[in-house]
């Protein structure tokens, strides 16, 4: 878009979600910097909509819904929820294939129509210093904001809603009293609204609800209305998310989140945008500002051969995340299986991963973890930073020994960073 463009839009900014209208100015800004910049554009599928007969299914099952944080540009419209900032004319399709433009307006079609949903532990995020040996009801909606070479979920995060969901056969409510199984076809039917959500939570006895998965910014209006809705009935809320999401929304969304798993792909601009297709500040930003809003949160750094295991840069990283998130931040390090678009590569060979953990303590970090690689000694248990005895012991995501009493070791009384009770 050139300035030219932009200017001549002004008048039509103000448009529908959840957006200040006296957010336009900065919003303006942002939309000159983009048409300057020479960023490539994001992956747009062009009239890539549903037609009218889906179209009118998908809203009669109010899986499709007014999109939050956009603006409105004659008759394109400009996402504003993450750093793709998808500028869609009508009928086009978001890079994150859930948003539509249709006459002019933004709807996202993810909204009340999860593809999967679990109930899993919450060590199996992962977070460890979370409500430890809880239950967490855990769900996804298809589609993705970034495009991992090495997705472990792409069979739903690379995919549109109408992929993963039917909207021509009978409908499917989720509610209790739940059913004893479902088949896929039950699945690809089923509903579940952000007012059932709290009352399924409640009969599987889970505290807390993950959005999980695929990437909760790509379901962004359903996720925040589930969140609020879990909240206002003394349920948790816990984001497991690529960090990948503009500040506004971010700060409209978090103040219904109780933790975050935040996935830190790497410490390299380049191989950010090739490996996964994002940009490494907008991270560093979305954890700064989870800091600052106090909601807990741990990191989680995949070691991807060739890509992302140079020691200098895992010390770089692991410098910033004390510098910036302090020495508390639990940072786990994760062992690359061979998936997706590089099941080429080898594991993560465990001699990597052991001198990572062995960086990031030497860089001052109290709490490191390595996940996928049960061979290694200690590789999931917490250890009291005073005393060093192990507080925390856990076979694979169950927790086999506590060693912590109201948040302090049970041996020198010296607090352990987590939130350890409701
Ligand atoms: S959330 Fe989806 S539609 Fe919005 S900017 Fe990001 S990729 Fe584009």
């Not at 807390?208 to 349920?235: K, V």
């Not at 191989?271 to 297709?277: A, C, F, I, M, V």
């Not at 012991?393 to 009384?413: L, M, N, P, S, Y």
């Amino acid at each position: 878009m050139t300035r030219r463009r932009a200017l001549a839009c002004c008048g039509a900014i103000g448009a529908a979600g959840f957006a200040p209208r006296g957010a336009a100015a900065s919003w303006l800004g942002d939309l000159l910097k983009l048409g300057d910049s020479a960023e490539a554009p994001a992956d747009i599928f062009k009239g890539d909509a549903p037609d009218d007969a889906l179209w009118s299914l998908w809203q009669q099952r109010g899986w499709a819904r007014e999109a939050a944080h956009y603006l409105k540009l004659d008759r394109n419209v400009q996402c504003k929820i993450c750093p793709n900032n998808c500028l869609l004319a009508p009928g086009d399709r978001s890079h994150c294939r859930n948003k539509i433009n249709r006459d002019g307006t933004l709807y996202t079609l993810a909204y009340g129509n999860p593809c999967t949903f679990h109930i899993d532990p919450i060590e199996k995020k992962p977070l460890f210093h979370y409500l430890p040996g809880s239950r967490t009801f855990s769900l996804a909606t298809s589609g993705c904001v970034l495009r991992c070479l090495n997705c472990q979920n792409w069979e739903i995060s690379q995919r549109k809603p109408e992929e993963t969901k039917n909207a021509r056969g009978p409908e499917l409510r989720f509610r209790p009293p739940l059913p004893a199984a479902l088949s896929q076809d039950d699945m690809s039917r089923l509903s579940l609204f952000p007012d059932d959500i709290a009352a399924v939570a409640r009969a599987l006895r889970c505290p807390s609800i993950s959005y999980t998965y695929s990437e909760p910014t790509a379901y962004y209006e359903y996720a925040r209305e589930c969140c609020r809705q879990a909240r206002a009935a003394g349920l948790k809320n816990v984001l497991v998310t690529c960090g990948s999401i503009e500040e506004r929304p971010l700060r409209d969304l978090a103040q219904f989140v109780d933790a975050a798993h935040v996935d830190l792909k790497g410490f390299d601009d380049a191989t950010y945008r090739k490996l996964n297709s994002g940009k490494l500040q907008p991270i560093l930003e979305t954890l700064k500002l989870y800091r600052d809003l106090g909601v807990w949160f741990e990191v989680i750094n995949l070691i991807v051969p060739t890509y992302t295991d140079r020691l200098d840069t895992i010390k770089r990283m692991c410098g910033w995340l004390v510098e910036n998130l302090g020495p508390d931040r639990p940072l786990h390090f994760s062992r690359f299986h061979p998936q997706h678009k590089l099941d080429h590569l080898p594991p993560t060979p465990v001699e990597t991963l052991v001198q990572a953990r062995d960086a990031a303590r030497a860089a001052g970090l109290r709490y490191v973890y390595i996940g996928n690689a049960r061979e290694v000694p200690d590789a999931d248990t917490t250890f009291c930073p005073q005393c060093k005895r192990a507080v925390l012991e856990r076979d694979v995501f169950a927790i086999t020994r506590v060693q912590i009493d109201e948040g302090k070791c049970r041996f020198c009384h010296t607090p352990i960073a987590g939130v350890w009770g409701v």
